[in-house]
């Protein structure tokens, strides 16, 4: 069973950034697209940011600009640079493997998320 580790987050002020981190178990991951999700207390789980296997990336509107994801294959490794952060990017955020480069679905178990917190 694949594995998802989420790293990187933290309490950082508004305007401020963090780079989150996620390592995934096996030797798959260079032929995986990966997303990176959030859900915040009392919402959905949401996608926020995909990359293909080709590299290719997309985010979703409210975080464009701002942040930006990233994959290094040898380290089995995706990344989300998040800058400019707001006290609304506040949430637990995951990472998942998604079944083709436009799903929205993580197709593993969830790992346990990384919190982020924006707050002056």
């Known amino acids: 069973q694949v594995q998802l580790v989420e790293s990187g987050g933290g309490l950082v002020q508004p305007g401020g950034s963090l780079r989150l981190s996620c390592v995934v178990s096996?030797?798959?991951?260079?032929?995986?697209?990966m997303g990176w999700y959030r859900q915040a207390p009392g919402k959905q789980r949401e996608l926020v940011a995909r990359?293909?296997?080709?590299?290719?990336?997309k985010f979703e509107d409210s975080v464009k600009g701002r942040f930006t994801i990233s994959r290094d294959n040898a380290k089995n490794t995706v990344y989300l640079e998040m800058n400019s952060l707001k006290p609304e990017d506040t949430a637990v955020y995951y990472c998942?493997?998604?079944?083709?480069?436009?799903?929205?679905?993580?197709?593993?178990?969830w790992g346990q998320g990384t919190q982020v917190t924006v707050s002056s």
């Open positions: 096996g030797s798959s991951f260079r032929f995986y697209h």
């Open positions: 990359i293909s296997s080709e590299g290719i990336t």
């Open positions: 998942n493997a998604l079944l083709r480069s436009t799903s929205t679905q993580g197709i593993y178990n």
